[in-house]
């Protein structure tokens, strides 16, 4: 792949991948298509701009296809363009801990299941993010955008103790943004508890961290959300802002 043309973006906004869509690679092929992914999920390790489009590909290292293929093909593109891409952290920063939780709602075309997507900053440095299809499927956008809270609460939770392990205040509350109003509402009036009843209770883990201190859910623009870019592939543009945003810089540039 040395040679090849380089992508802007490691996966096209009109793609959606699917189970059985295209030719199943050979035996030689399939093998050679799980090493890539496998190094791959190494990868996003620091290479943050790639999680969405890996945790797709790594659903099909079963039973990969031609289509799969090529999506992985194309990240291989994308990363000869920028190569000298990674997280910068600046020296300078406060220890005040601030989130961007959203949801894709039935992102996955074959199990219908939603998108969970969060990124933590400490400070202005990204410190950490999650792609993940959610465990269950959610009857309604309000409940997908709820269960991505419940895991960046989590996530939260336990970044505290880590603090508190190394010593280092911890500025409380931690600020996290959602551009689903419902969810908000959810997490902060007891009235909406009626209308969640279909809801599991370990969810309800963001109001009772909400109401202890931990978190203050602020609501965000959905242009402004970060968490966009782990949960559902961008136009260029759009990509490319986020990505910078979220503290990405390329040395060579």
């Known amino acids: 792949m040395l040679a090849c043309h380089p992508a802007s973006k490691p996966m096209d906004?009109?793609?959606h991948l699917q189970a059985g869509i295209g030719d199943p690679l050979s035996a030689e092929d399939s093998s050679s298509y799980?090493?890539?992914v496998g190094s791959l999920i190494y990868l996003t390790n620091t290479r943050l701009d790639i999680s969405y489009t890996v945790q797709q590909l790594s659903q099909f290292m079963a039973n990969p296809t031609t289509d799969h293929s090529k999506v992985a093909s194309r990240v291989l593109r994308y990363l000869k363009s920028s190569s000298g891409c990674g997280i910068f952290f600046p020296t300078i920063g406060s220890t005040r801990l601030q989130a961007f939780s959203d949801s894709d709602w039935a992102g996955c075309r074959?199990?219908?299941r939603s998108i969970t997507g969060f990124s933590i900053f400490l400070g202005n440095s990204l410190i950490s993010w999650c792609s993940k299809k959610q465990s269950t499927v959610s009857r309604s956008s309000s409940?997908?955008?709820?269960r991505a809270l419940a895991t960046t609460t989590c996530e939260l939770q336990w970044l505290k103790y880590l603090f508190q392990e190394f010593r280092i205040p911890f500025t409380q509350p931690a600020n996290v943004f959602c551009d689903n109003q419902s969810a908000i509402l959810i997490a902060s009036n007891q009235v909406f508890h009626e209308r969640t009843k279909h809801i599991e209770l370990d969810c309800h883990i963001v109001r009772e961290k909400s109401l202890n201190g931990l978190l203050k859910l602020l609501p965000v623009r959905s242009s402004m959300q970060l968490?966009?870019?782990f949960i559902k592939p961008l136009s260029p543009t759009q990509f490319k802002t986020l990505v910078s945003k979220?503290?990405?810089m390329n040395i060579y540039s």
């Open 34 to 36: 799980c090493r890539l």
């Open 110 to 112: 074959d199990t219908h």
């Open 246 to 248: 979220l503290g990405m």
């Open 227 to 229: 968490a966009d870019v």
């Open 143 to 146: 409940e997908a955008e709820y």
């Open 13 to 15: 906004c009109t793609t």
